[in-house]
């Protein structure tokens, strides 16, 4: 089976910057993505990594190692609406996507 | 655009009974897919369907069936339902099954007592 994990919580303050740690073990890989997901609401697209580096979206980046099977996002600026889950998903060597449990991050005034 | 659709948004559903979970895309996608989702274990794939005519299990597909007659439905049948059923039922799509991202509709949340 296939093996993602990040902290289950995070707590940051509004403006801040906070970083969601995700490592993975998968059988093949072809790509990362990192989902967020308001309470009681759909998963939404926030990036897509399939080579090492660093993708940059506005406030949000993405990080990728495909040797040290880890990834990132990076989330500046933090706004109150940016309290969400948010989700990696590893799509393993069967192009199907692996989801980890999710990080609740809650941004304070 | 609509997107992706589901239907019903929740429901309360008896122990033994049969239900289906409806979804609709409107964007063409060649690529569809269930999923559950319930605390603590993150989305799992039930079934899914890489075009109109073909399905396969994900994860979890026991006490699930699946068809795929055209490319905008792709329902999800629970034939008896049994309590650890209860979940958040997420449908999604993609224009290709192998490459591309994978759009989530609003879910299903059901309850089997």
Known sequence: ?109 | TAGITQAPTSQILAAGRSMTLRCTQDMRHNAMYWYRQDLGLGLRLIHYSNTAGTTGKGEVPDGYSVSRANTDDFPLTLASAVPSQTSVYFCASSEAGDTDTQYFGPGTRLTVL
């Open chain 1, 1 to 109: 089976g296939q093996n993602i994990d990040q902290p289950t919580e995070m707590t940051a303050t509004e403006g801040a910057i906070v970083q969601i740690n995700c490592t993975y073990q998968t059988s093949g890989f072809n790509g990362l993505f990192w989902y967020q997901q308001h309470a009681g609401e759909a998963p939404t697209f926030l990036s897509y990594n399939v080579l090492d580096g660093l993708e940059e979206k506005g406030r949000f980046s993405s990080f990728l190692s495909r040797s040290k099977g880890y990834s990132y996002l990076l989330l500046k600026e933090l706004q109150m609406k940016d309290s969400a889950s948010y989700l990696c998903a590893v799509r393993d060597g069967d192009y199907k996507l692996s989801f980890g449990a999710g990080t609740t991050v809650t941004v304070r005034a």
